[in-house]
């Protein structure tokens, strides 16, 4: 990576003093390249999920989890007895394909590590699958399904589970008694789990005690929540340290990694946290063979091994120093160099001009600059597609939207192909010259009916795609099928998922999918009352 300062502003004359007196920007004084750590947060490295002193990235119930010693304790009581089983969950992310360590010791009880599971119906309750934790150390490193199909493997065994839900035994891992001697009761142990595809093995102390093959295609899962359990009945304790985590590849489909911003706007537009979750529900729902997308909302991950197996990043977000990407050039460049797919949504196609607009332009060929490109309302009809796999399927339509254009794209528009152009309506300059609304070049380009690229993407030099879409200011956008299908498509091919002739199908979203997920936004300030 080329060494260059953090955040230098390349903005002159007026333009300077504009941005200044629109900008109020804190001093980063960060190192060019990217850190060790940085760096194992890309690659084949463990990441550590407990920082030995606090419940910093985990929820529970506060009256049954704590730190006692440097680690993670669940007790209950006697007193205040559990009436059914209780989680401390992992808040910082999910998990798909993974190699998971941590040590654990129990005085009493049952408990068991929660994984790609989901949420139960009741406070801290969880299902799916669990690798087991007994302190007779009888069910010790079985693979069990809480709320999910009982027993999926005993300690000693291999099993398949078949479509009908149920395992069947294919071979041994050696008799369960003797395989429990390795267990050291009262005392720390080791427990190791892999998950890698639909096959699920359980390790202690560096014996494999089950494994699990799960062949039912309607109700495995392939990602979801981790956590630790306390489980209801007698008065039991726990304790679990060194939790690390490292992502594997996926192999045979492509991990997407979708991004959301905070919250801004009024109800219904700057939707990114439902988008997200929206975009993720359709791909995983209808393309899950193909793709996996997770995401993360509300701002950059703080998981640090979010981006370990992932084949592409998407960002819907607002832009400038709201961008979740903003204070995270290196890791952008990162992935970008790594050949890692970048796709930018909406307001996420501007940072600012210099430092932060380069990091995007490099990514995804193109971004928006102030005072250059322009941010009006009006109907896009598009009506032309080119010849590209992201065009597949996608029929003529006319949308209104929030479409930005005039965008500063990468030298002689190297690898960049239009998706989506159209010329914009002359009313599109009826503001003032300003940050986001005109210039004279952009006056003369509208005057002539020159086309304006609002969809774009590029290959890049080094093997990876990007993409960038400036709709998406209008959350029920979704519901047009060919403006969904270009946005779907994009977020595929970025990450070299081969295209369909027709497109990625998904069904439209109904009124009740458009509107989960909304954020909460603040009611409208009541408008004075003129005085009598």
Not at 84 to 100: A, C, I, P, Q, R
Request: glycine share 10%; hydrophobic share 35%; aromatic share 8%.
């Amino acid at each position: 990576m080329t060494s260059r300062p953090f955040f230098p502003f390349i903005v002159a004359g007026a333009a300077a003093t504009a941005l200044a007196a629109a900008l109020v920007l804190p001093v980063a004084q960060e190192p060019a390249s990217p850190t060790q750590q940085e760096k194992a947060t890309m690659k084949d490295e463990f990441i550590s999920l407990f920082d030995g002193k606090s419940l910093a990235g985990w929820e529970g119930d506060s009256a049954l989890w704590r730190v006692e010693d440097g680690a993670i304790t669940g007790e209950t009581t006697a007193e205040s007895p559990l009436t059914y089983n209780s989680f401390l969950k992992w808040s910082d992310g999910e998990v798909d394909d993974f190699e998971l360590t941590a040590e654990y010791r129990i005085f009493s009880g049952n408990s068991g590590i929660q994984i790609r599971s989901f949420a139960g119906d009741k406070p801290y309750s969880l299902g799916g699958y669990q690798a087991d934790i007994d302190a007779a150390g009888v069910w010790a490193g079985a693979s069990y399904g809480e709320q999910f199909r009982g027993i999926l493997a005993k300690p000693g065994e291999k099993t398949v589970i078949n479509e009908d839900g149920k395992p069947g035994i294919t071979g041994s891992l050696g008799d369960a008694a003797e395989l429990a001697k390795v267990i050291k009761k009262d005392e720390w142990n080791t427990y190791r789990i892999v998950a890698r595809g639909n096959t699920i093995v359980c390790e202690i102390n560096g014996t494999t005690m089950s494994e699990m093959v799960d062949n039912d295609t309607d109700v495995r899962r392939r990602a979801g929540l981790l956590a630790l359990q306390l489980h209801q009945g007698p008065p039991m304790k726990v304790q679990f340290r060194n939790i690390k985590l490292k992502r594997l590849s996926l192999g045979d489909v492509k991990k997407i990694v979708y991004l959301a911003g905070s919250p801004s706007h009024p109800p219904r537009m700057h939707e990114h946290n439902a988008g997200a979750l929206l975009g993720k529900k359709l791909l995983n729902g209808h393309h899950g063979d193909k793709v996996l997308v997770t995401t993360y909302l509300n701002g950059w991950p703080n998981d640090k091994s979010a981006f370990q197996n992932a084949d592409a990043l998407v960002i819907q977000s607002d832009g400038g120093p709201k961008h979740p990407g903003y204070w995270h050039l290196r890791q952008i460049d990162y992935l970008r160099e790594q050949g890692i797919g970048v796709g930018m949504l909406h307001y996420a196609v501007e940072m600012t001009p210099g430092e932060t607009n380069d990091t995007l332009i490099a990514a995804t060929g193109g971004a928006f600059e102030i005072n250059y490109s322009v941010n009006p309302h009006w109907d896009g009809a598009f009506e032309k597609f080119p010849s590209h796999p992201v065009s597949r399927g996608v029929k003529p339509f006319t949308i209104r939207d929030e479409w930005y254009f005039n965008m500063r794209f990468i030298k002689d528009m190297a690898g960049v192909t239009p998706i989506l152009s159209a010329v914009a309506p002359d009313d599109t300059m009826s503001r003032a010259d300003g940050h986001h609304s005109g210039n004279p070049e952009v006056r003369k380009m509208v005057a002539e009916k020159q086309p304006q690229h609002v969809c774009w993407v590029v290959e890049r030099p080094e093997g990876g795609r990007g993409f960038g879409f400036t709709g998406l200011h209008f959350h029920d956008n979704w519901a047009n099928d060919d403006f969904r299908k270009t946005v779907l498509n994009a977020i595929c091919w970025i990450a070299k998922v081969e295209i369909p002739e027709g497109g990625i199908e998904t069904p439209t979203p109904t009124q009740a999918e458009l509107d989960a997920n909304l954020d909460p936004k603040p009611a409208p300030k009541p408008k004075p009352v003129a005085a009598r």
